[in-house]
């Protein structure tokens, strides 16, 4: 007996040590895969991790990392303060999550962070020069130096901190300082690309403008894919009037970033200058890209305010005009008086014609202080530099294929419908990610497993011989029992094969012979959906559902959309979902497929109670995640919607980065 027990102890030892040996293997792939850049697949390990062990902080602290990479600072927050809630006293994902606060503008929280996490570790220099940026970024310049003057005590060859001091004593107008802080980095780190450019910034500032031409040579040889190295010392050439030589630059910068602004707008001087023609389309795409550069807009403001300051003026010179003329009246000269009235109106005019001289030239200053800003605004950018050594670099940014999804462009549309597909017995399509769901399982077991139906939203072209095979098998079936379930399945592979007009015969015969079926009718109406859509596609009207997005948020459904949407009856659809879910209440791909309806109907608030519901039941639901993250979106619910795009995320659906990316920070 001891001996057995024993033996069952030892097992169980073994056990333990193999359950936590591989929970360290998926912790240790999870954090070589941040290491190398494929972050949603070092997500896919944390969440296994994590359904395993979730009160280990790391597992959060690393998936909030992998989030953060990918742009998605909301999801990262979500982890780190999971993190945090677990271990009060992480230093590291107080960091992070100042990081992340201040990616998002919030710099107030992101002070927060860092001073709670310099009460754990007040020796990290990385936390002070963080905290510094964050105070630059409040305009408290000094408290920002004195941090980085912290820093620099912990560790004197810190170029992170020496770069970060410079920006600031650049702001400050310290420029001579800024020089003797990037001179030693540069010591430290004579191949750091951008300390040269900052550095040609500095004695730009000083108007060493053959200096700077040198340092920007520098940060190219180091860096040649630097677009705003190439812009900048266009900017140079410029000012030296070498201005062939200034569009070469542009030309190089446009190149390697094609949303650059500012170098279409400096191109566009360039060229006017020369008069060469296309500047006029570079004046406008940089307005396009940037209203800061629109010209239009600012003439126009320029004439309101010398319009508003003529209103002014006369009104003051009616104003004394009018107390003229009442002392005028008062003296009972009538001599005097109409002579002093002609000597004011010729003093009047005079000063109107003076008062529009000085309000021309005012205009003509403040344009050209505006221009000037404008230039100096032009080459000041890229002045801050963020310590993010705990986070992968930016090194290789304009790679799509790096691991940063988020920079991938998506065409941004709605998850499509749930329809009931069906695999070959022991040949399931193992990439795609399958839900479990008891009604399908109790048709399946109906079936005795032949055919293996399953519920899938992606393409089911190339199984079609697999689909006619099956049709020819329930035709038999049929041929021996003419019951509700041989008609239920028939009908599923006609419509997967997209003869919806027979589909509908064998569904609609299914349901005569067992109306209480909830399968049947969301299989009915699915049918009826892509039978609209094909309809639609033959017509040449778009069905797709689409919720068009812009820079400052989500436009309005395209109205030709609607004229063909409100075309169709869609009644029919949606009593089918209702039946289906009145027979069964926890089957979450009928309301998700019902949200799906009502928002091509534009019932956005009724759609998010389905998703909603669609959620409560698999809470592991990516696409219904992906819809109400969009929807929210679409009702100006910027923060939900890009938690509930990061979820989707989380569970694979990479494409809800790039609209994190572009919609929500």
């Not at 000041?380 to 310590?387: P, T």
């Not at 790679?399 to 419908?417: A, F, M, S, W």
């Amino acid at each position: 007996m001891k001996q057995t027990l024993f033996v069952l102890l030892i097992l169980m030892s073994v056990f333990q040590s193999q359950a936590q040996l591989n929970i360290n293997h998926y912790i240790r792939v999870g954090r070589t895969r941040i290491s190398i850049g494929n972050y949603t697949g070092a997500i896919e390990y944390f969440n296994i991790v994590i359904k395993f062990k979730p009160h280990l902080a790391e597992a959060y602290l690393y998936r909030g990392t992998a989030k953060h990479s990918l742009e998605d600072y909301r999801g990262a927050i979500k982890d780190y303060n999971k993190a945090i809630e677990i271990k009060p006293y992480y230093p590291r994902a107080y960091n992070n999550r100042g990081m992340a606060y201040h990616n998002l503008h919030e710099f107030k929280k992101a002070i927060e962070d860092y001073n709670k996490a310099l009460e754990f570790d007040p020796n990290d220099e990385t936390i002070y020069n963080n905290r510094g940026i964050a105070k630059l970024a409040l305009k408290d310049i000094k408290g920002a130096i004195e941090d980085y003057d912290k820093a620099l005590k912990v560790n004197p060859k810190s170029t992170y901190a020496l770069m970060n001091r410079s920006n600031a004593k650049i702001v400050s107008g310290d420029i001579k300082g800024a020089i003797s802080d990037l001179n030693k980095v540069i010591m430290i780190r004579p191949h750091y690309a951008a300390a040269y450019l900052n550095r040609g910034l500095a004695r730009f500032e000083l108007e060493d403008y053959a200096a700077a031409l040198r340092d920007y040579d520098q940060c190219i040889k180091f860096d040649p894919k630097n677009a705003l190295a190439f812009n900048n010392r266009g900017i140079v050439k410029h000012k030296l009037e070498d201005y062939n030589s200034a569009i070469m630059d542009y030309d190089m910068a446009l190149k390697l970033d094609p949303q650059m602004a500012s170098a279409y707008f400096n191109r566009a001087m360039a060229r006017e200058i020369l008069n060469r023609p296309g500047y006029e389309d570079d004046y406008r795409i940089a307005a396009q890209l940037n209203p800061k550069f629109d010209l239009k807009s600012r003439r126009i403001d320029a004439e309101k305010l010398a319009q508003q300051q003529q209103n002014q003026q006369n009104q003051q010179n009616q104003k004394n005009q009018k107390n003229n003329n009442q002392q005028t009246a008062n003296n009972q000269q009538q001599n005097n008086s109409q002579n002093q009235s002609k000597q004011n109106t010729v003093q009047n005019n005079t000063t109107n014609q003076n008062n529009t001289k000085a309000v021309a030239q005012n205009n003509d200053q403040k344009e050209k202080q505006e221009a000037e800003k404008k230039r100096k605004r032009r080459t000041k950018m890229n002045l801050i530099v963020e310590d993010a050594r705990d986070l992968p670099t930016d090194e290789a940014e304009e790679e799509v294929d790096d691991g940063r999804i988020q920079n991938k462009n998506i065409v941004i549309d709605l998850q499509p419908l749930f329809i009931i597909s069906a695999f070959e017995k022991n040949a399931v399509d193992y990439n795609r990610f399958q839900y479990y769901n008891l009604a399908i399982d109790e048709l399946n077991e109906a079936n005795n497993y032949e055919p293996w139906l399953t519920l899938s939203n992606k393409p089911v072209d190339k199984y079609r011989d697999i689909f006619e095979n099956f049709i020819l098998y329930f035709n038999e079936k049929i041929a021996v029992q003419k019951n509700s379930n041989n008609y239920l399945n028939r009908g599923i592979f006609y419509s997967l094969l997209g003869k919806y007009n027979k589909a509908l015969d064998d569904l609609n015969r299914s349901i005569e012979l067992n109306k209480k079926d909830a399968i049947a009718h969301f299989a009915r109406a699915n049918c009826k959906y892509k039978m609209l859509e094909e309809i639609a596609k033959l017509s040449g009207s778009q069905t797709n559902v689409s919720i068009a997005i812009n820079k400052k948020g989500i436009d309005n459904i395209d109205n030709k959309e609607n004229d063909s949407n409100s075309s169709f009856d869609y009644s029919d659809i949606l009593d089918d979902y209702a039946v289906t879910l009145s027979q069964n209440p926890n089957f979450f791909f009928g309301y998700y497929n019902r949200a799906f309806i009502k928002l091509r109907l534009g019932q956005y608030e009724s759609a998010i109670d389905d998703l909603n519901k669609a959620i409560k039941l698999e809470p592991e639901f990516a696409e219904a995640y992906f819809n109400r993250g969009l929807t929210k979106i679409y009702l100006d619910d910027i923060e939900g919607g890009a938690l509930d795009l990061s979820r989707a995320g989380e569970l694979g659906i990479s494409g809800a980065y790039n609209i994190i990316k572009r919609y929500c920070n």
